[in-house]
């Protein structure tokens, strides 16, 4: 579904991905892990395009992408992002956060939208929430929202970065559990968290990135019990 070969990246003089190859195939949830600063973001915004690479080359879907605008656009609704920060509309209600993209990009008459935005914000556990403004959810619930909203793109792959790092503790189980039901469906995941426990329990492969190089891959099993990596090993100990 996803794959990036030779991927390098640079601000200025500072090169924060290095030589990046990572493929992701249908279905798969890949958890990216690693310390701050290793450029586990500016991987996912050059994924989606947010970002423009110096070299390499993506592939969607086994179609390599060109940096077109065109082309561009069309590969962002493939794409649906989640950030750390859920940037929802504040002036539009919750039901009106998710159709938006649905009306405005993908043409949808208001009703049709409406119809499916009410059946995301069902899916996400947020049906009675459909006519209130953002401001009067938790930071759970707007997170919610915004990967109901996300969905409504009708997205191949799902980014997520660090979804949960911005809310406290006792709303993080919400979010985590809506996103281990997507994985189970089946969407196809790039998620970075540092949330070990959603890694152990729904990630079908872990990466441990270190400074702008994918250091270490293997299934969560093999990741937490036995790193190959002396660098892993120390940043498991910090977090785990
Ligand atoms: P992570 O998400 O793993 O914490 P980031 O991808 O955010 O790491 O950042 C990796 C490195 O790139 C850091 O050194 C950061 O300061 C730098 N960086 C990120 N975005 C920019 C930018 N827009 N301009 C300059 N440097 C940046
Ligand atoms: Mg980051």
Redesign the pocket.
Known sequence: MLRIEHLVKR??E?E?LKDINLEVKRGEVVVII??????????LRCVNFLEKAQKGKIFINGKLVKQSEKQLNKVRQELGMVFQHFNLFPHMTVIQNVMEGMVQVKKFPREKARKAASDLLDQVGLAEKADVYPAMLSGGQKQRVAIARALAMNPKIMLF?EPTSALDPELVGEVLSVMTDLAKKGMTMLV?THEMWFAKEVADRVIF?DEGFILEEANPQDMFTSPKEERTLAFLKQVL
């Open positions: 601000f200025g500072l924060v690693g310390a701050s600063g290793s450029g586990k973001s500016t991987l970065d970075v990135m």
